[in-house]
């Protein structure tokens, strides 16, 4: 008769502990993603990284004081005697016991760390774009009479817009952290310009304004590509670094090179009695990367 297994109250109540300091850590690490914590991207490796460590010590814990192991060297049973053998092995695990006292108290604190920790390596899945709400995408801070000012506030004027010069322009009064927000500004011949037939009158003087962010992966496009030599540059082009995604703006921001899957959403312009730049209207498409942008929706203000 084997002598049955002790129970082992301090080693469950070791493997509890670590279980839900686990499930703490994997909190820990949804609460510093969903709140994005400045300059504390670090809590998500170590977060994460704890968690995993604790439960690795829990289950070793477990194995070595709750889970009943016992070696043995015997011969293969006698040809026909497997019925015995198993009728054996299942009185030596009878009579081994059940040391695990605290049944509930484990299953609930595994249950806590396993769904914590699940939640935390899906959380990342929602950088991947919004899948429920999705107007703020839509959102921009420009509308008709809007003045355009530089990055000192002071507003930009038709007459100081000079061909193959590349200028960031900002909505005057509003949030200049939006992804709708910042533009980049160029003049243009205007007998070069050959925009679609519903953007005319969207280039006063041959000024033209477009999204800053690119198309492709959301980057800023701050290049500006002006020929030097007609044979290998034939026209002006916006250029985003990161990728090289090109667009030309003469022809509405169309693409001419690079990942980018579709043109620089165009912004028209205006002219107003003291020679300022506004923003006629809204922008031709939504501003930012294609992934939400290839929606046919118009961004609003």
């Not at 889970?67 to 053998?85: F, I, K, L, Q, W």
């Not at 002006?226 to 667009?247: D, G, I, K, M, N």
Request: net charge negative; proline share 9%; glycine share 8%.
């Amino acid at each position: 008769m084997l002598a049955r297994a002790k129970p082992q109250p301090r080693a469950e109540l070791v493997v509890a502990l670590l279980l839900l300091a686990a499930a703490a850590c994997a909190g820990v690490f949804l609460v510093a993603y969903a709140l994005d914590w400045a300059n504390l991207t670090q809590w998500l490796g170590l977060s994460l990284g704890a968690s995993l460590w604790l439960v690795a010590i829990a289950l070793i814990v477990a194995a070595k004081r709750l889970v009943v192991v016992e070696e043995r060297t015997e011969s293969y049973p006698p040809e026909g005697g497997a019925a015995e053998e198993q009728e054996r092995v299942v009185r030596i695990v009878a009579e081994s016991g059940e040391p695990i006292t605290r049944r509930r108290l484990l299953l609930g604190a595994a249950g806590a760390a396993a769904g914590a920790l699940g939640a935390a390596l899906l959380a990342p899945a929602a950088s991947l774009g919004p899948a429920l709400d999705t107007a703020s995408l839509y959102e921009s801070p420009w509308r008709r009479g809007r003045r355009l000012v530089d990055e000192a506030g002071e507003p930009l004027r038709a007459e100081e817009i000079e061909t193959g010069t590349f200028y960031t322009a900002y909505p005057e009064h509003a949030e200049r952290e939006e992804i709708a927000a910042p533009l980049v500004v160029v003049r243009l011949e205007p007998d070069q310009i050959a925009l679609p037939p519903d953007r005319v009158g969207w280039a006063p003087g041959g000024i033209l304004a477009f999204s800053k962010i690119c198309t492709h992966a959301g980057c800023a496009v701050s290049l500006y590509r002006h020929p030097e030599f007609a044979p290998t540059q034939p026209r002006p082009a916006l250029v985003c670094p990161c990728h090289y995604s090109t667009f030309d703006p003469a022809d509405g921001g169309g693409v001419i090179f690079g990942p980018a899957g579709r043109a620089l959403p165009q912004l028209p312009l205006q002219v107003d009695e003291e020679g300022e730049l506004r923003a006629a209207g809204n922008f031709s498409a939504p501003v930012g990367p294609s992934f939400w942008g290839v929606r046919t929706r118009r961004p609003t203000a």
